[in-house]
């Protein structure tokens, strides 16, 4: 069923396997087997199909959550950073905290002499 989402599709051979096997085993006709084996590879078609967009989409997804997360993390270890040197924060990175309402929440308190 695999081989059915290929360029090739499934072989002749394949397919009158596959009708061989479900006569045997459901015990139809011949053209009832060969409808449900066109009916059965149909579907396997539209299932790989299906599976291929998601994972795709997927993908996309990860990669770009992985690529936020990779700038925040940047963000935050240049904030650290500053921090810790003292140097004051880029304009950009200067914002009131929803939390914390003092007006010096993100500056380095001066050392006492």
């Not at 045997?24 to 590879?41: H, K, N, Q, W, Y």
């Not at 935050?76 to 007006?103: Q, T, V, Y």
Request: glycine content about 10%.
């Amino acid at each position: 069923m695999l081989t059915s989402s290929g360029h090739s599709g499934v072989s002749a051979d394949d397919r009158a396997y596959l009708v061989q096997i479900v006569t045997g085993v459901t015990g139809l006709t011949g053209a009832d087997a060969e409808r449900r084996v066109d009916t059965s590879i149909a579907n396997a078609k539209r299932a790989i199909s299906h599976a291929r967009a998601s994972s795709l989409i997927l993908a996309f997804s990860v990669a770009a959550s992985l690529l936020l997360g990779a700038i925040a993390a940047w963000a935050g270890a240049e904030a650290g950073g500053r921090h810790r040197d003292g140097m004051p924060l880029p304009g950009w990175m200067e914002h009131k905290s929803r939390f914390n309402r003092r007006s010096n929440a993100w500056q380095r308190p001066t050392p006492i002499a």
